[in-house]
């Protein structure tokens, strides 16, 4: 399970846009299964944005896209990853989220 002592909250200007996890929607989270000590641990969090716009709140350990540069060193870090509607779809898709797809994306999903 997740470190519920780290925090989960965090606000972001990207080109123009203000990203806030606190005033956002939780649509869905995944957890890799490591401890937030784990150089490979991520914790992220898709959410859906007041005015539409999807975005991820990702936290990770040194090994991870999450890590923060200190130098010539790694650490764990967490940042706001801005997505279009396609990436929020296909990480849905990609974490197993077939309830949020199809609260969410139901327009997209064919009968196969």
């Given at each position: ?44 969090t898709?959410?859906?944005g ?7 709140h ?36 990609a974490?197993n ?16």
């Amino acid at each position: 399970m997740p470190d519920s002592q780290t925090n989960k909250t965090m606000k972001s200007i990207i080109k123009l846009k203000r990203y806030d996890t606190e005033t956002a929607t939780v649509v869905a989270e995944h957890w890799n299964g490591r401890g937030s000590s784990d150089f490979k641990y991520v914790d992220e969090t898709l959410y859906l944005g007041k005015a539409g716009s999807w975005f991820l709140h990702g936290r990770g350990g040194g090994m991870t896209e999450y890590a923060d540069f200190h130098g010539k060193s790694k650490s764990k870090g967490a940042r706001i990853v801005p997505l279009t509607p396609d990436e929020a779809a296909d990480w849905l898709e990609a974490h197993n989220q077939s309830e949020a797809l199809e609260k969410h994306f139901a327009d997209r999903i064919k009968e196969a």
